[in-house]
């Protein structure tokens, strides 16, 4: 039995914008480590954006997962 739309926590149109969303920050963040030695940035910001980098990576995949199953969990 189906759930009616106003009951499902997210709708495919949004999380794909959050996709979207996450994958731009991704690249962003993996062109800014890649050329630290021409910004000389210091190593604890490296770090930070380092963790950061890997924290959009897992809610990415978090999000990618939600994103290919349907409302009874089934693979889309």
Same mark, same amino acid.
């Given at each position: 039995?189906?759930?009616?739309?106003?009951?499902?926590?997210?709708?495919?149109?949004?999380e794909?914008?959050?996709?979207?969303?996450?994958?731009?920050?991704?690249?962003?963040?993996?062109?800014? #480590?890649q050329?630290? @030695?021409r %910004?000389?940035?210091?190593? =604890?910001?490296?770090? $930070?954006?380092?963790? +950061? #980098?890997?924290?959009? @990576?897992? %809610?990415?995949?978090?999000? =990618?997962?939600?994103? $290919?199953?349907?409302? +009874?969990?089934?693979?889309a």
């Amino acid at each position: 039995m189906r759930k009616p739309d106003h009951a499902r926590p997210s709708e495919p149109h949004a999380e794909r914008a959050e996709l979207v969303r996450l994958v731009r920050r991704i690249q962003a963040l993996t062109l800014e #480590l890649q050329e630290p @030695r021409r %910004r000389e940035l210091d190593h =604890a910001h490296v770090e $930070a954006k380092g963790r +950061l #980098l890997e924290q959009l @990576r897992w %809610r990415l995949a978090a999000v =990618a997962r939600r994103a $290919a199953t349907d409302e +009874l969990g089934n693979a889309a």
